[in-house]
């Protein structure tokens, strides 16, 4: 691997140690090697590893290209491992099997720390690896007084107790560390606590608000940002406040607000940059019945002060929303299916239509420059991988029955799993060049499960933006999915020809759609409005220019004639429309009643006043259509 007499990178050796332990020419060399891509996307790829833990045990397996269980991580063969965790750049492995909580240094292969905590659920390390998180199932004694403290902050360097807290809810057990530890803070009673430098013995900073239920802070260099959801109560509406650390006092210390209605629950997500938040607004039940996940809304919020929602041009759900990596453009899945994709800009304004398939999920790269689609769950595991750069489509693979899906840090390969419980039956996992081939499969015994899967992280920046591939580089596995089980035919119907017939019509991307006036960006509400009205106006004109051409002499062609010959506009607005259509029926029977009282027929009272009407109705559906 590599030139001869050149370092071997294993799992374990960082990047910085492969540094050091090489000297300072050589060292940096290598590092100028790996930043300008001067080495194969294999040889970057050994550095790291995938984690896989289940009823086999837990253990690791090398990346690409050797998929051989690691030596540098010893298999715990234990059947109750029930939590597990890395440290943000990777180089700290954490997990409890059921008896003890053990820490390692995955870079050295050595013991660090062993914490008799046996039923630990739940493990989170702090960003600079200073503290180790561990939360337990809150349980009251015996005789119903309170139950010990179940959440415990250790201090790596000296593997003592910090501090300890009763934390009820496993939801947001964990606290939230600025990403160099300056701050660290917990939502305690419907408020946030702030805590400096690591000390838990003192609340440096409190933020107060009415029944606070959610906190994100945000991520990068100082000044740290908080934003605060707080839900509605007594026909008042939820809110989304952003503060900038310590800046508390009151709404006018707000960088921004945004309160909206028809909120259960919301999701917080900030961009890299610390620049804007997107919200999506969850209820539990849609009212309209409309839908069986509920209503969702998307709103933007900036830390400059400006907010927005998100207009989509479909309705239905919200699946998933994803920032970029370059913190200036996101990705929303949403609509009922086929679902629509779309990216927009930070004045929300769409950047590019993926069109419309079976989809639920989007996933950008580390380094930003890939994205992909993908259906999973209740779909069949189409997965749509596009260069976002360039707009393409790169490749279309299918990861059937998958619950599982993440990028490597290296931006290159995928892993999708199917785990346990979700899906007992067909356990194991798969990795992936982005391209479409399958480089790796592992099967688990039918007798056995996988619970979990996941990538040893790295620091951003360790491996750099590679130039995007199309063409599916070598496996030695077949890519290939097996061909789906026909739809059933009755006999009668199996020696005829198959029709086709589709419930929807899928939209293409809008790269793929034919080209009309040149300008292939979707248009946004506004200008579909204008567009609109635009289209009605004209046909008015040519109706009148129609009208014109007759002559007095001409007798004018019945109102339904003149109907049929005009193409139907729609503004877009179903209420109009249906206003519209209503109008015509009873423009309509009119001019029937008009013909039966020339045929001699004798009208009612009711029927006379109808006609009698006719003027107003023909002005009303003018103003209508013109969209006065």
């Known amino acids: 691997?590599?030139?001869?007499?050149?370092?071997?990178?294993?799992?374990?050796?960082?990047?910085?140690?492969?540094?050091?332990?090489?000297?300072?020419?050589?060292?940096?060399?290598?590092?100028?090697?790996?930043?300008?891509?001067?080495?194969?996307?294999?040889?970057?790829?050994?550095?790291?590893?995938?984690?896989?833990r289940g009823s086999e045990g837990l253990y690791m397996v090398n990346g690409p290209p050797s998929f051989t269980e690691s030596t540098a991580f010893q298999r715990d063969s234990g059947k109750n491992c029930k939590a597990v965790a890395f440290s943000k750049d990777g180089s700290l492995f954490a997990w409890c099997n059921g008896q003890k909580v053990n820490v390692v240094n995955v870079t050295r292969a050595e013991l660090l720390h062993s914490f008799d905590l046996p039923k630990t659920v739940c493990l989170e390390f702090s960003p600079k690896n200073n503290v180790l998180a561990t939360w337990q199932a809150y349980a009251t004694a015996k005789d119903g007084t309170a139950g010990v403290p179940n959440l415990?902050?250790?201090d790596l360097r000296t593997g003592k107790c910090l501090k300890s807290f009763i934390q009820k809810k496993m939801q947001n057990w964990c606290p939230c560390w600025a990403d160099d530890e300056s701050i660290c803070a917990r939502n305690v009673n419907n408020?946030?606590?702030?805590?400096?430098?690591?000390?838990?013995?003192?609340?440096?900073?409190?933020?107060?608000?009415?029944?606070?239920?959610d906190f994100v802070l945000s991520p990068g260099a100082q000044p740290t940002k908080v934003a605060v959801y707080v839900p509605g109560s007594k026909g008042a509406p939820s809110f989304v406040r952003l503060y900038q650390y310590p800046n508390f006092g009151g709404?006018?210390?707000?960088?921004?607000?945004?309160?909206?209605?028809?909120?259960?629950?919301?999701?917080?997500?900030?961009n890299k940059k610390a620049t804007a938040v997107l919200v999506v607004a969850s209820t539990e039940v849609d009212k309209s019945g409309a839908s069986y996940y509920g209503e969702q809304t998307l709103h933007y919020v900036g830390a400059s002060g400006e907010s927005a929602v998100v207009q989509l041009p479909k309705n239905g759900p919200i699946y998933?929303?994803?920032?970029?990596?370059?913190?200036?453009?996101?990705?929303?899945?949403?609509?009922?299916?086929?679902a629509k994709a779309t990216v927009f800009n930070l004045k929300c304004d769409p950047v590019f239509d993926f069109g419309t398939g079976p989809r639920n999920a989007a996933y950008y790269s580390p380094q930003g420059h890939i994205l992909v689609l993908a259906g999973f769950g209740n779909l069949r595991g189409q997965m749509e991988v596009w260069d976002v750069k360039n707009y393409k489509l790169i490749s279309k693979p299918v990861a059937s029955d998958s619950t599982y899906f993440a990028w490597c840090p290296d931006g290159e390969h995928i892993v999708t799993a199917t785990c346990a419980p979700r899906l007992r039956v067909g356990n194991g996992y798969k990795i992936w060049h982005y391209t479409g081939s399958v480089l790796h499969s592992h099967e688990v015994p039918s007798d056995e499960e996988m619970w979990q899967v996941f990538w040893q992280p790295f620091l951003d920046g360790v491996f750099p933006e590679r130039a995007v591939r199309y063409q599916a580089v070598p496996s030695e596995l077949p890519s290939a999915e097996p061909r789906p089980a026909q739809a059933y035919r009755p006999p009668a119907l199996r020696n005829k020809p198959v029709t086709s017939s589709k419930l929807h019509e899928d939209e293409p991307p809008q790269n793929m759609k034919p080209q009309l006036g040149g300008n292939d960006k979707p248009l946004s509400k506004t200008a579909l409005k204008n567009q609109r009205k635009h289209e009605a106006k004209k046909a008015a004109k040519q109706e009148a220019k129609a009208d014109a051409h007759q002559g007095p002499a001409q007798v004018k062609a019945p109102q339904n004639a003149l109907q049929n010959t005009v193409p139907a506009v729609t503004t877009g607005d179903p209420e109009v429309d249906k206003k519209i259509k209503n109008l015509k029926k009873k423009l309509k029977a009119i001019e029937q009643l008009k013909e039966q009282a020339a045929a001699g027929k004798q009208l009612e009272k009711n029927q006379v006043e109808k006609i009698q009407k006719e003027a107003a109705l023909l002005k009303e559906l003018e103003d209508l259509e013109l969209g006065v």
């Not at 007499?5 to 790996?34: D, F, H």
């Open 1 to 52: 691997m590599g030139a001869p007499g050149a370092p071997r990178l294993c799992l374990g050796i960082s990047l910085e140690q492969v540094w050091e332990r090489m000297g300072t020419s050589q060292g940096s060399q290598i590092r100028k090697n790996i930043c300008f891509g001067q080495f194969p996307a294999f040889e970057m790829s050994c550095l790291f590893a995938l984690a896989v």
């Open 152 to 154: 415990q902050l250790h």
């Open 191 to 213: 408020e946030v606590h702030f805590f400096e430098n690591n000390n838990f013995n003192t609340i440096a900073n409190k933020l107060h608000l009415q029944k606070v239920s």
């Open 251 to 270: 709404p006018q210390s707000a960088l921004a607000n945004k309160s909206f209605f028809k909120a259960d629950k919301v999701t917080m997500l900030w």
């Open 320 to 338: 998933d929303v994803a920032w970029s990596p370059n913190s200036v453009e996101f990705c929303a899945v949403y609509g009922f299916m086929p």
